[in-house]
């Protein structure tokens, strides 16, 4: 057979979906940007002001907004209004708290649950921009990120891609998001990479990269084409001397430190609100009047604080400033995204860590003399090191702050900060920002897609069904006939009730062949060794530890422990393929049923029934649906509507399913009834 040659076509879908993620996401994201500005211009009085420097017509920053059109009781309620519209808008959503930003589609790309539905989206991007607008101290990447994930979810429902695909495309969304948000397209790459899906292989990388390249390209057309900060770290020379780069380490570990303090702070923000239970606009509009009290003091602490960052940059924030912004910057992002606030903390965490490493400056200005673009280089090596902290993403900080200021000779302190930061953080904690969120749902973190892949992949999913078996009884002869009129070279044996009790390898038999007088009394209970079992629920991580055994060639698949009836069997070689497929994305596997002609008869108290997909399964894989809810039943088949009716499909384990689908169930009575009941509560009625 002739190979073929290239790559089929199938193989460039992928990017052309990217593209398409990336275009929409530039294109949201930026729209999104701009709607945000509208209403700080519309509150705040923000005026465009010409730069004695440039000669360029700017907007004004918004602190010098606050300080110079609102009063201190305008001050107290743009922000507590924001926040109370924004806690209004949630009513729509009834209570349900549906994914949304970075934290929630993380868990979704690792464990592949939970869905976006547009309605969702729409209502959280307004409830989003009433806060970030009003003023709230929170992130737009949140939101650009979310925008650009439901662009994503939204072509894959179309296209009908499988999970792993649809994962990635999600990712790419995510990192689309990123790069408009900072104008920075390789930062928003690796941050996808490094910290969402764990895995930097070329067919994970290329669609990602293209995706938030062409998403920097359209907020470049859009909005603006500089590096967010190269101006404010113009003043940096292009070489630091090496006590100073040594001097980084020192920074990064005591970012180490302020991340912990930060994320404790998050922490103990949400379980205040949590504690006082008030209805969402009450809390927001709380959460808006701390914003709005910490304002008539310090306008700096509003905003996701860009400008912020220029000022302390530029060595114009006295130092007095720069401690009062550290410590307010924090108390105003625990209000807003304690209080419920929907948006991001990447931009708040780094106004924290640029205020971090200039009061760390001062403080080593005390010992030796800095120059001006030294005190501003540790600004930047700040914001990198608590961003690695933070998230755990050391490569990502580095990156970022490269993009934002456009100064690479920064490479050797950030890389030391990052690297510091990073490891002092994880030695506190293990868990991230984003890790967090794992153990407060009760879900283990996969690392990466080959973990994802094992621990979502279950025995059930490649099982087969043609073990050899015998009783324990059965003679020397017969064991012999199985094993030659068969492939395999493992026979299980089986007592009366059907329960493994052990098998029979080829090599096992052997020793009697040379020996007629025992063939002919030897019985399968003489030649049985212990059975190796698992059962269908358990996943390829608890499987992969048993073949460390260099002799087991197989697995035997029983329904229970306690009632160890063979099922089928699962060889090694079967795992390591079904991790292949997934890992590399090449689905190879394929296989067919036959019945003989036989009418096939339902086992006693089962059904097989049609149900309408429960409104909680929506964007779930097949084998990602809860089995508390299943009961015992199984998918057999799924049936998506289309323009000649419905569409029978094969659930498959990484088969996605939507709104408007029907599921065909295998199961017992009570577990079949239970489902449809579940669907009469919850689900969309068929």
Not at 115 to 140: E, H, K
Not at 434 to 449: L, M, N, T, W
Not at 494 to 517: C, T, Y
Not at 580 to 600: A, K, M, N, P, Y
């Amino acid at each position: 057979m002739t190979k073929q040659k290239g790559l089929p076509l199938r193989a460039f879908a992928i990017f052309l979906l990217a593209a398409v993620v990336g275009v929409a996401g530039g294109l949201l994201g930026s729209g999104f940007q701009k709607g945000l500005d509208a209403i700080q211009n519309l509150l705040t009085g923000r005026s465009v002001v010409l730069d004695l420097d440039t000669g360029r017509g700017e907007l004004q920053s918004l602190p010098d907004a606050v300080r110079a059109n609102l009063s201190w009781w305008q001050t107290l309620l743009v922000p507590t209004a924001g926040g109370l519209c924004a806690g209004l808008v949630l009513l729509v959503l009834r209570g349900r708290k549906p994914p949304f930003g970075i934290a929630d589609l993380v868990v979704m790309v690792q464990l592949r649950k939970g869905a976006l539905r547009l309605r969702d989206t729409l209502v959280q991007m307004i409830s989003s921009a009433c806060t970030i607008g009003s003023g709230g101290s929170i992130g737009r990447e949140g939101a650009n990120s979310h925008l650009a994930a439901m662009a994503a979810t939204l072509l894959a429902r179309w296209t009908r891609i499988g999970s792993r695909p649809r994962a990635i495309l999600i990712g790419c969304g995510i990192a689309a998001g990123m790069a408009t948000s900072y104008n920075a397209p390789i930062a928003g790459a690796i941050f996808v990479m490094e910290v969402v899906l764990g895995n930097f292989a070329m067919d994970v990388c290329a669609p990602i990269v293209l995706s938030s390249v062409l998403a920097t390209i359209v907020r470049k057309q859009l909005l603006d084409e500089h590096a967010v900060y190269q101006e404010a770290a113009r003043s940096i020379g292009h070489e630091l001397a090496w006590s100073l780069v040594l001097a980084a380490i020192v920074l990064g570990a005591l970012c180490g430190f302020g991340a912990i303090f930060f994320r404790t702070g998050l922490a103990a923000g949400r379980r205040v609100f949590q504690w006082l239970a008030l209805p969402a606009p009450i809390a927001l509009a709380l959460g808006g009047l701390a914003v709005g009290a910490i304002g008539t003091f310090m306008p700096e602490a509003w905003g996701n604080g860009i400008d912020v960052i220029r000022r302390v940059a530029d060595g114009n924030a006295g130092l007095g400033v720069v401690l009062t912004l550290f410590l307010w910057k924090q108390a105003a992002t625990i209000a807003t995204v304690g209080s419920g606030g929907l948006g991001g903390i990447f931009t708040p965490n780094l106004v924290i860590g640029a205020a971090f490493g200039a009061l760390f400056a001062q403080a080593l200005g005390m010992v030796t003399p800095l120059e001006p673009g030294e005190r501003t280089a540790f600004v930047f090596v700040g914001m990198a090191g608590l961003t690695a902290a933070t998230m755990h993403a050391p490569v990502t900080a580095l990156v970022l702050v490269f993009e934002l200021t456009g100064h690479y000779e920064l490479t050797l302190p950030i890389m030391l900060c990052s690297i510091a930061a990073s490891i002092t953080a994880s030695m506190i904690d293990r868990d991230s920002y984003y890790s967090s969120v794992f153990r407060a749902k009760g879900e283990a973190q996969p690392g990466g897609i080959e973990d994802l892949a094992i621990r979502t992949t279950y025995v059930r999913d490649v099982a087969r069904a043609d073990a050899l078996a015998v009783r324990d009884t059965a003679s020397f002869a017969e064991v012999m006939r199985l094993l030659s009129a068969n492939r395999g070279d493992t026979v299980y044996v089986q007592d009366a009730a059907g329960a493994v009790v052990g098998r029979i390898e080829l090599q096992d038999v052997k020793g009697f062949l040379n020996d007629p007088s025992l063939t002919s009394v030897v019985i399968a209970a003489d030649m049985t060794r212990s059975a190796v079992t698992a059962t269908p629920e358990r996943s390829l991580a608890d499987l992969l530890p048993l073949f460390d055994d260099p002799e087991l060639r197989e697995v035997a698949v029983v329904a229970s422990a306690e009632s160890p009836r063979l099922l089928g069997r699962v060889r090694h070689q079967d795992v390591l393929t079904t991790l292949g497929d997934e890992v590399l994305g090449q689905q190879r596997r394929t296989g067919s049923v036959s019945f003989g002609g036989e009418d096939l008869l339902l086992p006693a108290g089962h059904e097989l029934r049609t149900i309408p997909l429960p409104d909680s399964w929506n964007g779930l894989s097949v084998d990602a649906l809860p089995p508390e809810q299943l009961g015992g039943a199984v998918a057999v088949m799924a049936m998506r509507p289309g323009p000649q009716g419905y569409e029978p499909l094969a659930a498959r384990p990484d088969l996605v399913l939507h709104d408007g689908w029907r599921l065909v169930v295998l199961g017992p009575r009570d577990a079949v009834r239970h489902l449809r009941a579940l669907d009469a509560v919850g689900g969309d009625q068929a």
